[in-house]
């Protein structure tokens, strides 16, 4: 059995495992990062926000990302019916990055691992985590390549940014579940060459289909765009099909701006279907472990929050790791936890108002305060640290507050 030794064991070398991977590398530890796929693969996630950029400049992504021409992405639109709410990040509150890109994560994800090979991080690729022993905050784990060869890592620190696999809950039983309602989606990426006559390709699109179902439409410099449906899965019985396909087509079909825009298109892959995805766990951090990204929790893909949560808990967590392994103070809580949950919850308590609707009284109301859009955009930015904002620091009752005084007021 081949055996290896290092400071920190990352798993996973999505955006999160990546950003911790390189900064633990920076600050002179050894790292390696273990990936169950195969590179290039498939992942939802494709629109990021402008916080996003920091923590990928820090990492020392950013130059690498330019070269790859991704679609740059300047804002959110969300439409109902005739009534469009447009957001500019030029426009938010907190200073800070305006812009970001949509991108198909196969092609993102492939970028930064390469680029953190480059830096000299080893990336061990279709090898799978089947074990872990602790021994107080040192480690021992089992992965298996694709060739059913096993290999023993013993590390210092593992941070688990496994994402959907999520290792060490699954392997500890930490699980437990959300208190967002189940939801599902089905999409696929879609050729979209009349999509100048219909909007801006810079911003990514959700249009309204009733409340609680809507689409999402992410153009890509390719060419092709990423489509979703995402509702509660009763939502898609309603549509007959014999295959991903058929029942797709009959979705976009019924929506007539959907329809107009992608007539005689095609789909780039077969529609994929993905639902209850929303869980937690009950501890994001132990003395030998922590976890980051969708390991957490993942919400929604309502304002695309993903990506966003998931680099900037990985960049908190290696700066917690180099502390502790530098036998410099850290505090898991007060540097890790607490920001996280924070992020985590003020964009729950947008996705809860999306879902229940005061969020759209708000965004397709003609009277919303300009001050206030402003403030909500830097949130759609990923701002969502920034405690001078109202709309952050009252984010579980200010947009209640604020759904009721528009509707007195246009009713």
Same mark, same amino acid.
């Given at each position: 059995m081949r055996s290896i030794n290092v400071d920190v064991l990352v798993i996973g070398a999505g955006p999160s495992g990546c950003v911790?991977?390189?900064?633990?590398?920076?600050? @002179?530890?050894?790292?390696?990062?273990?990936?169950?796929?195969?590179? &290039?693969?498939?992942?939802? @996630?494709?629109?990021?926000?402008?916080?996003?950029?920091?923590?990928?400049?820090? *990492?020392? !992504?950013? $130059?690498?990302?330019?070269? /790859?021409? !991704?679609?740059?992405?300047? %804002?959110?639109? !969300?439409?109902r019916g005739e009534v469009v709410c447009d957001f500019n990040f030029s426009d938010q509150y907190t200073k800070g990055w305006n812009w970001t890109w949509q991108v198909p994560r196969a092609d993102f994800d492939l970028a930064i691992s390469q680029e953190l090979q480059k830096k000299g991080v080893e990336i061990l690729f279709e090898h799978t985590v089947t074990g872990i022993e602790f021994q107080g905050s040192d480690s021992t784990t089992t992965i298996v390549d694709k060739d059913g060869n096993t290999v023993e890592v013993k590390a210092k620190f593992i941070v688990d940014s496994s994402g959907y696999g999520r290792v060490i809950p699954r392997l500890f039983n930490l699980d437990k579940p959300s208190n967002l309602p189940m939801r599902k989606?089905?999409?696929?990426?879609?050729? $979209?060459?009349?999509?100048? *006559?219909? *909007?801006? &390709?810079?911003?990514?699109? *959700? #249009? #309204?289909? =009733?409340? $609680?179902?809507?689409?999402?439409?992410? +153009?890509?410099?390719?060419?092709?765009?990423?489509l979703g449906f995402v509702g509660d899965p009763s939502y898609f019985d309603q549509f007959d099909g014999s295959? +991903?396909?058929?029942?797709?087509?009959n979705m976009i079909n019924s929506d007539p701006y959907l329809k107009k825009r992608f007539k005689n298109q095609s789909?780039?892959?077969s529609p994929k279907t993905i639902e209850g995805w929303s869980v937690t766990t009950n501890k994001f951090y132990g003395e030998g472990f922590v976890l980051t990204g969708n390991v957490t929790e993942f919400l929604d893909p309502i304002f695309s929050s993903g990506v966003t949560l998931a680099v900037v808990s990985g960049e908190n967590a290696a700066n917690?790791?180099?502390?502790?392994? /530098? %036998?410099? +103070?850290?505090?898991?809580?007060?540097?890790?936890? =607490? +920001?996280?949950?924070?992020?985590?919850?003020? !964009?729950?308590?947008?996705?809860?108002?999306?879902? $229940?609707?005061s969020l759209q009284d708000i965004f397709f109301s003609p009277t919303i305060n300009p001050v206030f859009k402003n403030q909500i955009c830097s949130v759609l930015a990923g701002y969502v640290h920034d405690t001078t904002n109202p709309f952050v620091k009252r984010h579980d009752s200010l947009l209640k507050t604020l759904s009721e005084v528009i509707k007195l007021q246009t009713s």
């Amino acid at each position: 059995m081949r055996s290896i030794n290092v400071d920190v064991l990352v798993i996973g070398a999505g955006p999160s495992g990546c950003v911790s991977a390189s900064l633990l590398h920076q600050s @002179g530890i050894n790292v390696l990062v273990v990936e169950k796929e195969k590179f &290039p693969r498939f992942v939802i @996630g494709e629109s990021l926000l402008p916080r996003s950029m920091e923590s990928l400049e820090r *990492a020392g !992504f950013i $130059d690498a990302l330019k070269e /790859k021409g !991704f679609q740059e992405k300047f %804002g959110a639109k !969300f439409v109902r019916g005739e009534v469009v709410c447009d957001f500019n990040f030029s426009d938010q509150y907190t200073k800070g990055w305006n812009w970001t890109w949509q991108v198909p994560r196969a092609d993102f994800d492939l970028a930064i691992s390469q680029e953190l090979q480059k830096k000299g991080v080893e990336i061990l690729f279709e090898h799978t985590v089947t074990g872990i022993e602790f021994q107080g905050s040192d480690s021992t784990t089992t992965i298996v390549d694709k060739d059913g060869n096993t290999v023993e890592v013993k590390a210092k620190f593992i941070v688990d940014s496994s994402g959907y696999g999520r290792v060490i809950p699954r392997l500890f039983n930490l699980d437990k579940p959300s208190n967002l309602p189940m939801r599902k989606t089905l999409f696929t990426h879609i050729t $979209d060459s009349e999509r100048l *006559a219909y *909007a801006e &390709p810079n911003r990514i699109i *959700a #249009v #309204v289909i =009733k409340q $609680d179902i809507w689409v999402w439409l992410i +153009p890509f410099s390719n060419g092709n765009t990423s489509l979703g449906f995402v509702g509660d899965p009763s939502y898609f019985d309603q549509f007959d099909g014999s295959t +991903p396909e058929e029942k797709l087509w009959n979705m976009i079909n019924s929506d007539p701006y959907l329809k107009k825009r992608f007539k005689n298109q095609s789909f780039v892959f077969s529609p994929k279907t993905i639902e209850g995805w929303s869980v937690t766990t009950n501890k994001f951090y132990g003395e030998g472990f922590v976890l980051t990204g969708n390991v957490t929790e993942f919400l929604d893909p309502i304002f695309s929050s993903g990506v966003t949560l998931a680099v900037v808990s990985g960049e908190n967590a290696a700066n917690v790791v180099i502390s502790k392994l /530098k %036998g410099l +103070p850290y505090d898991w809580e007060e540097d890790f936890m =607490k +920001p996280t949950l924070h992020g985590v919850n003020v !964009f729950r308590s947008y996705v809860m108002g999306w879902y $229940d609707g005061s969020l759209q009284d708000i965004f397709f109301s003609p009277t919303i305060n300009p001050v206030f859009k402003n403030q909500i955009c830097s949130v759609l930015a990923g701002y969502v640290h920034d405690t001078t904002n109202p709309f952050v620091k009252r984010h579980d009752s200010l947009l209640k507050t604020l759904s009721e005084v528009i509707k007195l007021q246009t009713s």
